[in-house]
């Protein structure tokens, strides 16, 4: 299956709301709150220096959505990207796309002499770990840890 990757702005919100709260409800960890990720999409789709959002598209049909967030890394030798979010319809799963998405990215990567690409999976996720490992990620011995700030 052959797919398009359309840079979202915010005529896209409605759209990538639902997506977002269908990866929330599959992820299962993450309460979905419509408020909140409404206004934590409006700055990144205003704010090309933070980071993109793409539509995931079949023939110009949004199948699912991935969101690239970029940092900067002594570690890695400058700049590098997070992708913060990615989900596909599970109708659509397991035909390659994942595969055509990271590839995708990678090319973004790139294309912003970004030096690493990391990601966040669930440790009971082992579907998705597989994917990842598939796809050229590897597992650190570390653990990414997070403190909320107001």
Known sequence: MQINFKLADNNDLDTLLQFIQKLYEVDGSIAFNAVV???ALIPLLSDESIGRIWLIQNQN???GYVILTFSYSLE???KDAFIDEFYI???YQRQGIGKQTIKFLEE???SFNVQALHLEVE???TSAQSFYH???FVDHD?????KHIN
């Open 37 to 39: 990720a409404r206004q």
């Open 61 to 63: 049909y949004s199948i």
């Open 76 to 78: 890695y030798g400058g």
């Open 89 to 91: 319809d599970t109708v």
């Open 108 to 110: 973004v990567c790139i």
């Open 123 to 125: 440790k009971e996720n």
């Open 134 to 136: 598939q796809v050229g």
């Open 142 to 146: 570390r653990y990414l840890m997070t």
